[in-house]
């Protein structure tokens, strides 16, 4: 079992910056690979950003050049750098992680991941 748990969330003007953070609880937290998605009310969540076990990192498009996403294995805590926010960045953010003996392997779908997080909110103001 794996807890995550997010961080870093809230208020920012368009434009701005925001960097959310989240921690594991599992000691094997390097032999994850993670993934950031977001949803807002009514609409499926969805894939913004994955990060494979060996740090090779992937994005959807709205999000390239903007976000960076990183982990630091000794922390157990996998982060969002959010650059440039546009208020379509505006929504709930979750953590998401998985198990794999693969270290190229990453998910870009709900299904892929079986451990969550409970979510944090960015809101971005035009």
């Known amino acids: 079992q794996v807890q995550l748990v997010e961080s870093g969330g809230g208020l920012v003007q368009a434009g701005g910056s925001l960097r959310l953070a989240c921690a594991a609880s599992?000691?094997?937290?390097?032999?994850?690979?993670m993934g950031w998605f977001r949803q807002n009310p009514g609409k499926e969540r969805e894939f913004v950003a994955a990060?494979?076990?060996?740090?090779?990192?992937y994005y959807t498009d709205s999000v390239k050049g903007r976000f960076t996403i990183s982990r630091d294995n000794a922390k157990n805590t996998v982060y969002l750098q959010m650059n440039t926010l546009k208020p379509e960045d505006t929504a709930v953010y979750y953590c998401?992680?998985?198990?794999?003996?693969?270290?190229?392997?990453?998910?870009?779908?709900?299904?892929?991941?079986?451990?969550w997080g409970q979510g944090t909110q960015v809101t971005v103001s035009s």
């Open positions: 990060i494979t076990r060996s740090g090779g990192t």
């Open positions: 998401a992680a998985r198990a794999t003996s693969s270290s190229a392997w990453y998910g870009t779908t709900v299904r892929d991941y079986n451990y």
């Open positions: 599992r000691r094997t937290f390097s032999n994850n690979a």
